[in-house]
C-alpha cells in the first residue's frame, strides 16, 4: 500500500530523487567516455558499431536484476535508450575519424539538359507531360510510353536520359505503386518539379453538360474532383491510365455521352470543348513529380534526401530508427510505409530527410541507419 506522505514528506522524497538524478547524470557521462573508448578500438578494428546479440544479452542481464516485472521493463526501456545513445555517439566519432557511409554518389554542379531524351507515361497533353516540359523546357526531346515501368525501363536501359513521374498528389496523396518500382529498378532520384492541377470537364465540341453519361480519367483525377462528379449520380465514373488518354479517348470515340477530365492544355491540344473549368475541389492541388536517371549523382545545391529501409513488425523499431534523424538534428519531410512483399508483417519504409550527402551530420544519421536496419537504400539527393 502507497503510504499517503505529508507536504513535507514530500520535499523531503524530492530531495533525495534530485540526489539520485544527479547520480544518474554522473554515471551517464561516465558511461559515455567508455562508449568513446569503445568506439576507438572499433575504428582500429573496423568491427561494427551495432552488435544485435550483444544488446540482447545486455537488455536479458539487466531485466533479471528488477526485482519485479514492472520494474523489469523499465529498466529493458531505460537501458535500450541508453545503448541507442551509445551507438549514436559511437557513430559521430566514427564518422569525425574519417569513416564514412559508402554512398556510391557523386556530386556535379548541375544536370545535363543538352542534347538529351525524357520519357514520360501516358499521351501528350498528359499532367507527366507537363512536368516535363516545365524542367527541361518546351523544347525538350520528349516522348511518351504506355506505364510507368515502361518509362524506369528506358532510363535503365539507356534509351532514355529521364523520366518523369509523378510521386505524391497534395489531396490524393502518394502514388504508392510508384515507391515500389524505385524499388525494383537501378535508377535514381535527381530532381523534382511541381505542377499545379487544374481539371476540366471536357467533352466533344457540340457535347452539353446534359449530354453527359460516362466520365473517364486517371482513378486520382476522379477522386480529385469527386465533390463535383459525386453530385450528379446519374454520371458513370470510368478509370483509364491517364488523364490525356482520357482525352483522346473522347475525340477519337466521337461519343457525345462521353467526358473526359483533364487538363485544359490537353482539351485544347484534342480539340476538345470546357464543358466545366476547375472541377477539382482543392483548388490549390499540385501532383509532384520526380526525374530520374541512371547515373548516381546530385547537385551540390541539393537540399532534399530520399532513402528507404525495411523494418521488422517489433514494438519500437521504428522509434528508434528515426531517432537517428533526431538526434543529429535531421529534419524529416515525410514518411511513407509500404508491405514488402512475401514477407508478412515486415515493411518498407521510405523517408525524405533534408540535407546534402556531404552534410556531415547527414553522412552520420545514414551511416547509423545503414547499420541498424535491413536493406537502406538513397534513393537520390535533389
Not at 16 to 22: A, S
Not at 59 to 85: K, W
Not at 194 to 209: S, Y
Not at 361 to 370: D, E
Amino acid at each position: 500500500m502507497i503510504r499517503e506522505g505529508r507536504q513535507g514528506d514530500l520535499q523531503e522524497i524530492r530531495g533525495k530523487l534530485d540526489q539520485i538524478d544527479r547520480q544518474f547524470v554522473e554515471l551517464l557521462e561516465e558511461r559515455l567516455d567508455l562508449c568513446g573508448q569503445v568506439a576507438a578500438d572499433k575504428i582500429k578494428t573496423g568491427k561494427a558499431v551495432f552488435d544485435k546479440e550483444r544488446e540482447q544479452q545486455k537488455l536479458a542481464s539487466v531485466r533479471a536484476m528488477a526485482g519485479n516485472e514492472f520494474n523489469a521493463r523499465a529498466a529493458e526501456e531505460l537501458f535500450t535508450q541508453l545503448m541507442t545513445i551509445s551507438r549514436r555517439l559511437q557513430y559521430q566519432i566514427i564518422e569525425e575519424h574519417g569513416k564514412k557511409i559508402e554512398t556510391g554518389f557523386t556530386m556535379v554542379d548541375s544536370l545535363k539538359k543538352d542534347q538529351i531524351k525524357v520519357v514520360y507515361q501516358g499521351v501528350e497533353g498528359a499532367y507527366s507531360h507537363a512536368a516535363a516540359m516545365q524542367y527541361f523546357g518546351d523544347d525538350v526531346d520528349a516522348y511518351h510510353v504506355k506505364t510507368w515501368e515502361d518509362a524506369m525501363d528506358d532510363v535503365e536501359s539507356g534509351k532514355a536520359d529521364y523520366a518523369v513521374i509523378p510521386i505524391e498528389n497534395s489531396s490524393a496523396g502518394a502514388v504508392v505503386d510508384n515507391y515500389d518500382l524505385l524499388i525494383k529498378h537501378h535508377i535514381v532520384i535527381v530532381a523534382e518539379t511541381c505542377v499545379a492541377v487544374d481539371h476540366a470537364l471536357l467533352g466533344l465540341p457540340k457535347a452539353e453538360l446534359t449530354d453527359v453519361e460516362r466520365v473517364y480519367s486517371h482513378p486520382q483525377a476522379l477522386m480529385q474532383c469527386s465533390q463535383y462528379l459525386n453530385a450528379r449520380k446519374d454520371w458513370q465514373q470510368i478509370s483509364v491510365e491517364n488523364t490525356a488518354v482520357a482525352a483522346k479517348k473522347i475525340i477519337e470515340d466521337q461519343d457525345i455521352h462521353q467526358v473526359a477530365v483533364a487538363s485544359q492544355t490537353a482539351g485544347k491540344l484534342y480539340g476538345l470543348k470546357v464543358l466545366a473549368a476547375s472541377i477539382n475541389h482543392n483548388r490549390n492541388n499540385t501532383t509532384r513529380f520526380l526525374i530520374l536517371a541512371k547515373e548516381q549523382v546530385y547537385r551540390k545545391e541539393a537540399e532534399k534526401i530520399s532513402i528507404c529501409f525495411e523494418l521488422p513488425h517489433k514494438s519500437g523499431s521504428l522509434y528508434n530508427m528515426l531517432g537517428n534523424f533526431i538526434y543529429n538534428g535531421v529534419n524529416m519531410r515525410m514518411i511513407e510505409s509500404r508491405p514488402i512483399l512475401g514477407r508478412n508483417w515486415e515493411y518498407r519504409f521510405f523517408v525524405d530527410i533534408e540535407g546534402n550527402l556531404s552534410d556531415p551530420f547527414i553522412q552520420n544519421a545514414l551511416k547509423s541507419v545503414s547499420e541498424e536496419a535491413a536493406n537502406m537504400r538513397i534513393l537520390g539527393n535533389y
